[in-house]
């Protein structure tokens, strides 16, 4: 139970720290003869990879992965797939200086006070660079359920530093001129899953809705998290906000509005899921902070290692990865169940 | 795996529906020589009961708590506690009319296809009712936090229907026009978390704070959940963002801000646990609404059961019991491998 | 992780004393629409009942099951369904002069060291009493194998104290003569699982024939456990030993023998599954023993409560009912993954 | 739940086909600043390779283990543990005949039908190879129950084909003898546990033996497991089975005897834990067998394959591994509740 392992019937154990020999995780309980690749999941990778442009952390990984078991001829077999990147590009020494200091809104305080030791170099464990594992993993999720029942991902960027982002180009303008400034900013991310069948989610803990949030919240950075209608749903009456049911043109019963964020009672409801993750600026900055030292003294700290100035370019497929693994979780449990 | 069951060592496993034979628990994992009594719980049950004041739903639950094992001279023993409270005061005739259409932004269409039989009678398993096992339980992690660690739970409603709330009288003014009007409404609960030690949390999948987000959102209505900065926080820069660490006067290592909410990299860091959980509007309303039924036929559907107009004053005591919950199975987590 | 809980997928939450207020269990995760009656389940725990004859504890418990969740109107509705039998007919008293001392090969001392407080009334939660629980969820699992994939149970007593059982004439006058002596006896329970398909069990960790030993060893008083040729067959050679394949006449592929005892690699093949459990004999007996109390002295017990002096009788019932919830909670695993 | 998984809180996830890109595990929630190096690992996975002598498979695999993640200047940092080992030394052509048929009491038929799909390249995930990992993991625990607890496994070979053994030379010369007839043999080994605290086990389902038993039928070809007196004690009075409690010269409380084998109730009692495991003849021999292939054609098999003519010698480190993983895991549940 130390945290390690996510989902219960689709479970992704992941492991690895920035500076260790790899990253990666192992998944467990996936179904059969489905067709993977190296290239399926590796064209996910790349899209969370750093060094990929000007407003991305210049760390050259090639986050190259590996398959080591689970799959034959092409074909997962039931048995456990084994997803490993080693660590290259490894500059140990830029973190050198970090090794006896506490940077603010960092990981370091906490995991040395929890463990009695940790493993400075590059945040260790509580690296950004974990989440190649959930996306390694979540793009077989995605790859069942897209074959199987159809279900597709769209996940973009709302608004990064509370500006709407209409174009990747005004984006990379603002993420530019903070970066410029040697400084961080956070932002939005909407996700719209589609073709989600009716069923899917348990209706006490385990609501669809409940393990939706937990997932996000399993990505560094995220500080909200939101189904449907969210917040602003807080402020509504039910009767504008209660999604009346009709029967389409197909005979199918849906829901004329969908402020539910196509979850009821937990379980999807066949509507298009929406949801909204908000990531707090990268703490990491160039500018000048002051934080004490494993000696309790105060120093100044004056960041050099590569980072992000903003997370959400390369957050867009973890969030996917996250919502694609949870639902194909779901969608076993459904199964063993009920179908 | 079919979502009854809430957490890790400290387990909560929930049954009962609504017009059932009983609601209630079985909590596994409690550590022995815990002092509990029946008031201990009741008294959190007193304070979710409905039929208390002009504003909650006049259904007259006893909500009488029995425990039928697990305790011993008045203290637990280390097995597992069985929390029941039989049903009473039930009218399943207001819900016979509901047995064949589905109302709006309820669980009785997702829970029909779901399973193929549904326990229609005041909305089966899908019931608010069911929360009275969240609060029983709550009661003991509760109890034991306070006692061996000195931890406070400090819970309350923000605001309502977007009118943040001041006083008692105003809310139930507000709350009371909206019955009138036959509507409901929704708000948001803040909730502080006082004396968490530093360490508690995973690192990866398990963060406090994801937990704490699935906790929220095992309880009906809820939409949105903030730990911290929250949704705001994505407005910042990191300049502002970071919690600066100093040493206080007592010689510990202290954040200046709390933008984080107590909780880095996941775990803990000894700062108050700050969240915010945000409440649709209660989707039973008396106003008429269309909706269709089993045979796709459109029916007009008049509400006449026994329905809170606001879930916020009851959600009040559920909030705080999920929360200590989480964090009563993070301690012994941490217990179990760093302690 | 209190161990109260059997089972991944079709979960069996076990909780009571002896003397408590009830025992009982939580079964979660049973597919919707099982028909199950009051019946269904008291006929078997009426198999596992005390006071039934002269070999057996006059203990006259009426162990009526209470069925207070998740059926409704005779049907499962996938959610959690409690059982429950009140504690009557409770002689504390009988047990109050055992509060102090430890009887030989008794958890009075284990559970006295582990929680550091024990409910000394009946041997608290390690009575034999709990295993109703077991019956109870067992018959839910029979049912629904039997319906819906014709799975069969044959379950008896082999031998007892050494001699084996050709007659219940045979058995009931050889426990009573050794129940005048105030001694008890142990002695072994065979079963055959018939109908089984092939493809349950999982091939690493969870294989079928781990999780049958696992829940035979949660029955007190089990000591050993095998399947197919056991013991015998660590004694041959390969050649004779491996199961030839061949093809019968309804074209299924077969094995001409069955030592491996229905189960390849973890995995059912379609034979019959064979196993035996070892019960050592009771602890409690009539006759004077030495032992030690709280303040280390010793003294001597002479037992008055009310037992059996063989546990294969009433055992029968509870070998069978684990067995059943194994291989359901394995069908629900392979269906999830695979079917 | 695809069983590959062992423990609840010290968490072994295994992977890996014998003829894959690698074999190993993800071992999860270890304590920290534990000292592991690679030869703490290595020195057991010596002594379960094969091609070691003339007894066991003349397979060359190094078996050398890679640690890449977990392990920070030497010490465990409570983040998990990957422990690998690549694959070489692969003659899958020796495998290509085989890929059609199956091998009589091998796992090929029950995997084709539970997958639909199966590695047939030396057996697969149910390669005897796969249990490197069960090695590799028990290493960790074992160093940390010496180190932290005292804790001693003598583990040893009882018997071969029915035959005692006494001497190394002795077994060699049996297993030779079986080797050149072109055949196998079974077994059974024995273990002891030494200076296992009182306290470890979960009373009910998670019995501390009902876990060892699990933890040994987890190995391939086991096929009996019993604890203390086992089979043996089913044929014995209450009245010699039972241990009496006495007060030893250093005033602890301990039994005269231990039919109980450690365990009572579940529960550590502070004597040896006593068990035995017996191994039935490997199903590869050289002699010839019939059987069928997927065509349900009968087919004539003769094994070239590099194969051991009895899995004794090199089942005693995976026995060993096993138990301490087992008593690792319920230390840490009995600390995480009790300590």
């Given at each position: 139970m130390a945290g390690n392992t996510f989902g219960q019937l689709f479970r992704v154990t992941a492991f690895g720290e920035s500076h260790g020999g790899a990253v990666g995780c192992v998944v467990d309980g996936c179904p059969s003869k489905l067709s993977i690749s190296i290239d399926d999941i590796q064209k996910d990778l790349d899209r969370r990879r750093?060094?990929?442009?000007?407003?991305?952390?210049?760390?050259?990984?090639?986050?190259?992965?590996?398959?080591?078991?689970?799959?034959f001829e092409g074909k997962t077999t039931g048995t456990p797939i084994l997803l490993l990147a080693k660590n290259k590009d490894m500059k140990p020494e830029d973190y050198g200086k970090l090794k006896d200091l506490y940077r603010p809104s960092h990981a370091d305080l906490t995991y040395e006070v929890k463990?009695?030791?940790?493993?400075?170099r590059g945040g260790g464990r509580s690296s950004a660079r974990v989440t190649l594992a959930y996306v390694a993993a979540g793009a077989i999720a995605k790859k069942y359920l897209k074959e199987k029942l159809g279900i597709e991902f769209l996940i973009q960027i709302e608004q990064i530093g509370g500006i709407k982002i209409k174009t990747v180009q005004e984006m990379t303008k603002l993420i530019e001129t903070i970066k410029n400034e040697g400084d961080s900013v956070g932002g939005t991310i909407c996700g719209v899953v589609k073709n989600v069948p009716i069923g899917l989610g348990e209706p006490v803990f385990d609501k669809l809705s409940a393990d939706l949030a937990k997932a996000m919240f399993s990505i560094n950075a995220v500080k909200g998290f939101e189904i449907?209608?969210?917040?602003?749903?807080?402020?509504?009456?039910g009767s504008d906000h209660n999604d009346s049911f009709f029967v389409d043109s197909d005979n199918k019963i849906r829901t004329k509005t969908n402020f539910s964020g196509g979850i009821q009672g937990g379980i999807s409801n066949g509507e298009d899921i929406l949801f909204r993750v908000g990531f707090k600026p990268v703490?990491?900055?160039r500018k000048r902070q002051e934080t004490v030292d494993k000696n309790k003294k105060t120093v100044v700290l004056e960041a050099s290692g590569?980072?992000?100035?903003?997370?959400l370019p390369r957050a867009v497929p973890i969030v996917e990865a996250m919502a694609a693994i949870t639902i194909m979780d779901h969608y076993l449990r459904h199964k063993a169940q009920n179908l």
């Amino acid at each position: 139970m130390a945290g390690n392992t996510f989902g219960q019937l689709f479970r992704v154990t992941a492991f690895g720290e920035s500076h260790g020999g790899a990253v990666g995780c192992v998944v467990d309980g996936c179904p059969s003869k489905l067709s993977i690749s190296i290239d399926d999941i590796q064209k996910d990778l790349d899209r969370r990879r750093p060094g990929q442009s000007s407003i991305t952390s210049p760390r050259k990984e090639e986050d190259k992965i590996e398959i080591l078991s689970g799959i034959f001829e092409g074909k997962t077999t039931g048995t456990p797939i084994l997803l490993l990147a080693k660590n290259k590009d490894m500059k140990p020494e830029d973190y050198g200086k970090l090794k006896d200091l506490y940077r603010p809104s960092h990981a370091d305080l906490t995991y040395e006070v929890k463990y009695g030791i940790r493993d400075w170099r590059g945040g260790g464990r509580s690296s950004a660079r974990v989440t190649l594992a959930y996306v390694a993993a979540g793009a077989i999720a995605k790859k069942y359920l897209k074959e199987k029942l159809g279900i597709e991902f769209l996940i973009q960027i709302e608004q990064i530093g509370g500006i709407k982002i209409k174009t990747v180009q005004e984006m990379t303008k603002l993420i530019e001129t903070i970066k410029n400034e040697g400084d961080s900013v956070g932002g939005t991310i909407c996700g719209v899953v589609k073709n989600v069948p009716i069923g899917l989610g348990e209706p006490v803990f385990d609501k669809l809705s409940a393990d939706l949030a937990k997932a996000m919240f399993s990505i560094n950075a995220v500080k909200g998290f939101e189904i449907g209608s969210g917040f602003n749903g807080t402020k509504m009456r039910g009767s504008d906000h209660n999604d009346s049911f009709f029967v389409d043109s197909d005979n199918k019963i849906r829901t004329k509005t969908n402020f539910s964020g196509g979850i009821q009672g937990g379980i999807s409801n066949g509507e298009d899921i929406l949801f909204r993750v908000g990531f707090k600026p990268v703490a990491t900055i160039r500018k000048r902070q002051e934080t004490v030292d494993k000696n309790k003294k105060t120093v100044v700290l004056e960041a050099s290692g590569r980072h992000d100035p903003c997370v959400l370019p390369r957050a867009v497929p973890i969030v996917e990865a996250m919502a694609a693994i949870t639902i194909m979780d779901h969608y076993l449990r459904h199964k063993a169940q009920n179908l």
